[in-house]
């Protein structure tokens, strides 16, 4: 009795683990199954220049609604650098610019350099989306030396990403050649045809006709507006006729208590820099509008293969701009709010609607907040920047904000200018008026702050080791340098926070 009795439970007991067997593996199998669907797509629409402190998301109404409306808009992004090939680089790596070595637009300073290839490109993002099965597209301009014969060419494609249709060196919008997924294709000036902005949208929703339905996908998408040479599509070459470079805040004033630069240039600015300033804006305005019907037919798209409620959706740009702003006429590279920082746009699963968001982001944290939604083990990731996910959905994830931040640039020169011949080595970008944009010894740090001080403290490595301050909460529009006028304690404690920043890596960068 005993043991057939024990048999039976034997019985039941072996009856109740391949049960449970079967009930963990169709588990495990669901829950699999479950995340491979639940898994997010993602889409980052990266512009060229845009700036949000003179209005750049004015003319982009349909972005404002279908992102912004939809989702939260931050109103404090910034660029740890304002230029191109050195923020891009951050945006593709989450380091700050002392790690990852890109310094300038050319070779010699790193940008899709070898060194670049070799180093901080095989651990950018997207390698980390495509270990998680993600399919990934990546269409328009990359890194402004991207493609040239020194550095392999249209042939090097970079790991992580399936399909590749990126542009061969800074941006056009017409007249350029693509690396499409490693051989050289090349483009003419048939609207139709060729007009960047539309091409890479096109080519982005074929990719998203063609993908598979059981893995994710990720969209980058890297239109040329609005940088020069500013050229509009047919329909929008007469908009924004009367449309004029803002007047206020810092236009036009001068920028005598700032560094160097700022006290070169004729103020009041005469007509003719007015003229061509004013020029600049509104065709910068008119690419923009195909920027925002690519947004919209990107968003018609995910609706109409359901996979608009499943998809996060950024919306940024790489640094912000200036027209006019303390005389100078044209251009980036400072470290004024105008420059530095930059919209940032994103809807998505567990981000609430019409949000406006005060934390300080940056865009080293693109990275590590992609890589968070996408289940990846951020904390094992070697970058600088941290997640916004808990700002932006704080359903979904916990997590505090930096209270302080660092902006650095390295100044680019020439030996000769060829827009200003008549002055020596040393400067660049002196246009229209032979007013100079940048010089070797614009080379800066700053240290901007929220919490306690709403605060931007820099420091100029030129002869004069010049120092700017100003007070963001009386004087929003960088008017006057209170170097001289603040509590030196306070000037000291800024000073040691920029030199912990400036050679910051990983955890010390956001542990602070
Ligand atoms: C967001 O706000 C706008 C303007 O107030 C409103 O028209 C829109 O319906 C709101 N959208 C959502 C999703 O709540
Ligand atoms: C370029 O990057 C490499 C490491 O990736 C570094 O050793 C080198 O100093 C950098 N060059 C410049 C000019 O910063
Ligand atoms: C690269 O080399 C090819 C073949 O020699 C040449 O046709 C092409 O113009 C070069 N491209 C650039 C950007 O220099
Ligand atoms: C494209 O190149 C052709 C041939 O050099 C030139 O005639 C045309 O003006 C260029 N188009 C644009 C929009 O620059
Ligand atoms: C993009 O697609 C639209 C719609 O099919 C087409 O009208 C347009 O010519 C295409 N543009 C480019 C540059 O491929
Ligand atoms: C510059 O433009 C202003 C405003 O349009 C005009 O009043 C002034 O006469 C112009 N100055 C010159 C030197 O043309
Ligand atoms: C993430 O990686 C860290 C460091 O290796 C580890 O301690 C932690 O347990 C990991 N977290 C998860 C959720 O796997
Ligand atoms: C966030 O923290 C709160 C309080 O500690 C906790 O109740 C909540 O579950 C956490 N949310 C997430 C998404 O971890
Ligand atoms: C870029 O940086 C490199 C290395 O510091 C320097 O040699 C080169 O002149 C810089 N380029 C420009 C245009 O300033
Ligand atoms: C910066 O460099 C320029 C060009 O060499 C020079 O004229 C100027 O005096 C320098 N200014 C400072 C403050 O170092
Ligand atoms: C900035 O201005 C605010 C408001 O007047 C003031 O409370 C704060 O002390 C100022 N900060 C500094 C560093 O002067």
Same mark, same amino acid.
């Given at each position: ?322 027209? +006019? $702003?303390?005389? %100078? @006429?044209?251009?980036?590279?400072? #470290?004024?709010?105008?420059?530095? !920082?930059?919209?940032? *746009? &994103? ?37 600088? +920047? $941290?997640?916004? %996910? @808990?700002?932006?959905?704080?359903? #979904?994830?916990?997590?505090?904000? !930096?209270?302080?931040? *660092? &902006? ?105």
């Amino acid at each position: 009795m005993a043991s057939s009795l024990s048999r039976k439970t034997h019985r039941r007991v072996s009856e109740k683990a391949s049960d449970l067997l079967l009930f963990l593996t169709l588990l495990t199998c669901l829950l699999r199954c479950t995340q491979c669907v639940k898994a997010s797509n993602m889409i980052l629409i990266l512009t060229d220049d845009l700036d949000v402190e003179l209005g750049g998301m004015t003319p982009l109404k349909k972005t404002k609604a279908l992102i912004g409306d939809a989702g939260a808009t931050f109103s404090r992004a910034y660029t740890a650098t304002p230029l191109c090939c050195p923020s891009r680089s951050s945006i593709l790596s989450g380091k700050y610019p002392h790690n990852h070595m890109v310094h300038n637009n050319s070779f010699s300073g790193n940008c899709s350099s070898k060194a670049w290839q070799a180093g901080p490109e095989m651990q950018a993002f997207p390698v980390y989306l495509s270990k998680k099965y993600y399919q990934t597209f990546y269409g328009g301009k990359y890194l402004n030396q991207y493609g040239m014969n020194e550095t392999g060419g249209v042939g090097h494609v970079p790991p992580g990403w399936d399909q590749w249709h990126v542009l061969v060196g800074n941006s056009q919008y017409y007249n350029y050649t693509l690396s499409v997924n490693g051989k050289a294709e090349v483009h003419k000036d048939d609207y139709e045809k060729d007009y960047l902005t539309d091409l890479i949208l096109n080519r982005s929703l074929t990719f998203l006709d063609s993908r598979s339905p059981q893995h994710p996908f990720f969209v980058m998408l890297c239109p040329p507006a609005p940088h020069s040479p500013w050229t509009a599509a047919p329909a929008y070459q007469n908009s924004f006729a009367d449309v004029k470079a803002p007047r206020d805040g810092s236009f036009n004033k001068p920028g005598n208590d700032k560094h160097w630069l700022l006290r070169q240039p004729v103020n009041p600015m005469p007509n003719s820099s007015i003229d061509y300033l004013d020029n600049a804006f509104r065709k910068r305005w008119q690419t923009l509008l195909s920027v925002d019907d690519m947004v919209e037919k990107l968003v018609k798209k995910l609706e109409d293969i359901k996979e608009l409620d499943n998809t996060y959706i950024f919306f940024t740009s790489d640094n912000g701009y200036h027209t +006019g $702003q303390f005389s %100078l @006429p044209i251009d980036k590279r400072q #470290l004024y709010e105008f420059d530095i !920082r930059v919209p940032l *746009l &994103v809807r998505g699963p567990g981000i609430k609607p019409n949000q406006t968001l005060q934390d300080p982001v940056m865009n080293i944290d693109l990275p590590m907040t992609i890589l968070d939604i996408a289940g990846v083990n951020i904390s094992i990731l070697d970058m600088d +920047g $941290q997640s916004f %996910l @808990p700002q932006m959905a704080p359903s #979904l994830r916990n997590g505090t904000s !930096r209270p302080y931040f *660092l &902006v650095e640039y390295t100044g680019e020169h020439f030996t000769k200018d060829p827009d200003c011949p008549k002055l020596g080595p040393g400067v660049a970008y002196c246009f229209p008026d032979c007013v100079c944009e940048d010089a070797f010894n614009n080379t800066y740090a700053c240290v901007r702050t929220f919490k306690d001080n709403n605060l931007q403290y820099c420091e100029f490595a030129d002869d004069e080791a010049f120092v700017e301050v100003y007070n963001m909460t009386t004087d929003p529009h960088q008017l006057e340098n209170i170097v001289k006028k603040v509590d030196p304690a306070l000037l000291q404690v800024m000073n040691q926070r920029l030199i912990k920043l400036q050679s910051c890596k990983g955890d010390s960068c956001r542990n602070l």
